[in-house]
């Protein structure tokens, strides 16, 4: 009779090896083809943070996990306050537990959204974002949305929230570089940058305020 000699897994960030064999209810000295492969697979998938598992079993004994997380790319900010891990796809797979250590909280918050396909719109202007030449080092803080077209980017390290049209993104975001780099040598502190205008930059200095096409932003 074919029994169960050795389970091995790979090793995880979020679930640690004793819950991976608690779910899996795999014991050594059980036979072998009697283990439902599906079952375990779904009972180790009921973690928030496993996004898959696949599972093979050999003649000599072996029954081998792979186990694959979830990784998260920003954190979703709902409209009562609940906080969501978000993968690449849009999914959100987890909530956001502030007190545990393995949780990751350097990300962006995407707030203003009711509704999962605008967090996926959400993320492709995030892409964006880390993709461009000119902002591809930046830490994204916060992607707020205010109307359908119109979000609001604050980079860490930034005053400024930058607001730009999510129709034009790559044109906006080289206007708003140049905007910023004209008002870090000029020493200027601003509130916003608005870059969502077709035909000017609208900065906002507080009780002042400076206008001027896309020309005059480059400046």
């Not at 906002?204 to 206008?211: I, L, T």
């Amino acid at each position: 009779m074919l029994i169960v000699r050795q389970v091995k897994f790979n090793q995880c960030r979020h679930i640690s090896a004793k819950e991976i064999l608690s779910r899996s209810n795999i014991r050594l000295g059980q036979t072998l083809y009697s283990l439902d492969l599906p079952q375990i697979a779904t009972r180790i998938e009921q973690h928030p943070w496993v996004k898959h598992v696949t599972i093979r079993r050999t003649m000599w004994g072996l029954v081998e996990l792979t186990i694959t997380e979830w990784r998260p790319v920003a954190i979703w900010v709902g409209q009562t306050g609940s906080m969501a891990y978000v993968a690449d796809d849009g999914t959100p797979f987890s909530k956001v537990d502030f007190s545990n250590q393995q949780g990751e909280f350097d990300l962006t918050m995407i707030t203003n959204v009711a509704e999962q396909p605008t967090v996926r719109r959400a993320l492709q202007i995030l892409k964006s974002l880390r993709g461009h030449p000119n902002f591809k080092d930046s830490l994204v803080g916060e992607l707020y949305r205010s109307t359908d077209r119109i979000w609001a980017v604050q980079f860490q390290g930034e005053s400024a929230r930058v607001v730009i049209d999510s129709t034009d993104v790559e044109r906006q975001l080289s206007r708003a570089f140049q905007v910023l780099l004209d008002l870090k040598r000029k020493m200027i502190v601003a509130r916003s940058i608005d870059c969502a205008f077709r035909d000017k930059v609208v900065v906002d200095v507080g009780f002042e305020r400076k206008r001027g096409n896309s020309d005059d932003a480059k400046g």
